[in-house]
Structure formats: structure tokens, C-alpha cells
T-cell receptor
């Protein structure tokens, strides 16, 4: 079992460029999440999904879009990247008792 | 609304000393409580969790936490710190809303001095 995987691990973008982060899980979980982590801010929820074909906004959704076309995959898109989106992005999926399993993260820099 | 407060953004202990990381929560529903650890440049890994039952919960790497309802606390302890415990630790509580997402504290960075 690979658990939760994320691609890419690192990315540098210029302001205004777009990109998609991919998250995949092999645990057959219904719920999946995208967080961003910034120094001193902890983890902040961007979007989440409660099942295939569904998405919902979290605490900081502006500037991001998501899609969940397949149960095992959850994509996070930045249509027009801004320096404020420089962060480390984590994907997670949820198992029993609300426990979340995290991927290794994607470090994104927007110049 | 649910919330989590971790007291102390940085904690430093000597190797072999007691580790105590504090977490207080507020919850409108019976809480599920979690501690996660994050080593440098890695994702979060579950240390331990409380859902129901025994209030003293044992986790991996010798850590344990005690759920105290009267104090709304879930402090993390380890009797003897090891250099490998240096990491950032996050406390989380289940959101009382219908989705049951997790609300995370801002984290406590633990340093271990030789």
C-alpha cells in the first residue's frame, strides 16, 4: 500500500501561470482533503471532497479549484498563481474515527 | 465552534528529560482528539488518538496523552526525550459539523538538546 501520494514534490511557477497538483490514495477512502501549511499558521483547509464527483470549500478556497472525477484521485488547480500561494500543500484522506492520512507534500514557490 | 489551542509554539528540552506539549480544545460534541507529528520536509503522521473509552491513550514512539474532559485538555507526554523526537507536533479535534473534518492547532516545534 502506497497510502497517499502527491505529485509533484516541488514546483516553481511565475505569477500568472497555472498548474495542477495530483493526489492519489489507495485506501478506498471516501473523504479527501487539500491543506496548505504556512509558518506559524498551522494547517488550513482549502477544499475537500466527501466522495467521487463532490467537492466543497474549506477555510481558504479563493484562488484554487478542485476536482474528484475518480474516487482515488483529488486534483488541486491554480488557474493564475500568485506569490501569496507560495506554500507547502498537503493532501489527506480520511479513514475510520475521522483519522486523516497525509501525503508527503508539495512545496510550491510562486515568483 | 470547535477550536484547538496549543500553548507554546516552541518547546526545548534536554535529551532524557520529560516532554510535555499542551493542547486545549473546545468542542460542542463528544470530542475525537488527535496528535500528529511532522518531521522536517515530511507529511503529518498520526501519533495517537482518543475517540471513546480509556482516557489515557498510548501512541507510537513512547508518547501518550490523557483526555481530561473537565479541563478540556489533551496534553502529550513522553517520559524521556530522544534526539529523534525533534519535530513539529500538531493537536487536532474533530469538527462538530456534519462532515467531521479535523480542526488543527498551530503546532509546537520541539527541540531536543544533547
Amino acid at each position: 500500500n502506497a497510502g497517499v501520494t502527491q505529485t509533484p514534490k516541488f514546483r516553481v511557477l511565475k505569477t500568472g501561470q497555472s498548474m495542477t497538483l495530483l493526489c492519489a490514495q489507495d485506501m478506498n477512502h471516501e473523504y479527501m482533503y487539500w491543506y496548505r501549511q504556512d509558518p506559524g499558521m498551522g494547517l488550513r483547509l482549502i477544499h475537500y471532497s466527501v466522495g467521487e464527483g463532490t467537492t466543497a470549500k474549506g477555510e481558504v478556497p479563493d484562488g484554487y479549484n478542485v476536482s474528484r472525477l475518480k474516487k482515488q484521485n483529488f486534483l488541486l488547480g491554480l488557474e493564475s498563481a500568485a506569490p501569496s500561494q507560495t506554500s507547502v500543500y498537503f493532501c489527506a484522506s480520511r479513514g475510520g474515527y475521522n483519522e486523516q492520512f497525509f501525503g508527503p507534500g508539495t512545496r510550491l514557490t510562486v515568483l | 465552534a470547535q477550536s484547538v489551542t496549543q500553548l507554546g509554539s516552541h518547546v526545548s528540552v534536554s535529551e532524557g528529560a520529560l516532554v510535555l506539549l499542551r493542547c486545549n480544545y473546545s468542542s460542542s460534541v463528544p470530542p475525537y482528539l488527535f496528535w500528529y507529528v511532522q518531521y522536517p520536509n515530511q507529511g503529518l503522521q498520526l501519533l495517537l488518538k482518543y475517540t471513546t473509552g480509556a482516557t489515557l491513550v498510548k501512541g507510537i514512539n513512547g508518547f501518550e496523552a490523557e483526555f481530561k474532559k473537565s479541563e478540556t485538555s489533551f496534553h502529550l507526554t513522553k517520559p524521556s526525550a530522544h534526539m529523534s523526537d525533534a519535530a513539529e507536533y500538531f493537536c487536532a479535534v474533530r469538527d462538530g459539523g456534519s462532515q467531521g473534518n479535523l480542526i488543527f492547532g498551530k503546532g509546537t516545534k520541539l527541540s531536543v538538546k544533547p
